[in-house]
């Protein structure tokens, strides 16, 4: 059974730094795209981030371009995402997606931590 469990989310301040973390279990992390992925309150999900399998490719939301760094560790089956000079606007759920390898799309989500960013 894919699990993914996200952890890092918190209050934090304008231009303040949050590190959240993704602890991937039950199935071969090696060969999944990670992505993450944010909702905030009465609005729709918003891509973030996304790493390949073999680190080699990375994409950012022009939104956070700059600012936020996506990494994974294969060996500790574990996807990060280092988040500087926060915004209100980065306030919502960050969510934690596997995607599984294949012609058919199958993405794995976690229950999302959640991040706010105020005075």
């Known amino acids: 059974e894919v699990q993914l469990v996200e952890s890092g989310g918190g209050l934090v301040q304008p231009g303040g730094s949050l590190r959240l973390s993704c602890a991937a279990s039950g199935f071969p992390f090696g060969v999944y795209d990670m992505t993450w992925v944010r909702q905030a309150p009465g609005k729709g999900p918003e891509w973030v981030s996304a790493?390949?399998?073999?680190?080699?490719?990375?994409y950012y939301a022009d939104s956070v371009k700059g600012r936020f760094t996506i990494t994974r560790d294969n060996a500790k089956n574990s996807v990060s995402l280092q988040m500087n000079s926060l915004k209100p606007d980065d306030t919502a759920v960050y969510y934690c997606?596997?995607?599984?390898?294949?012609?058919?799309?199958?993405?794995?989500w976690g229950d999302g931590t959640q991040v706010t960013v105020s005075q």
């Open positions: 997606n596997a995607i599984e390898p294949g012609d058919v799309l199958r993405v794995h």
């Open positions: 790493q390949n399998s073999g680190s080699t490719t990375t």
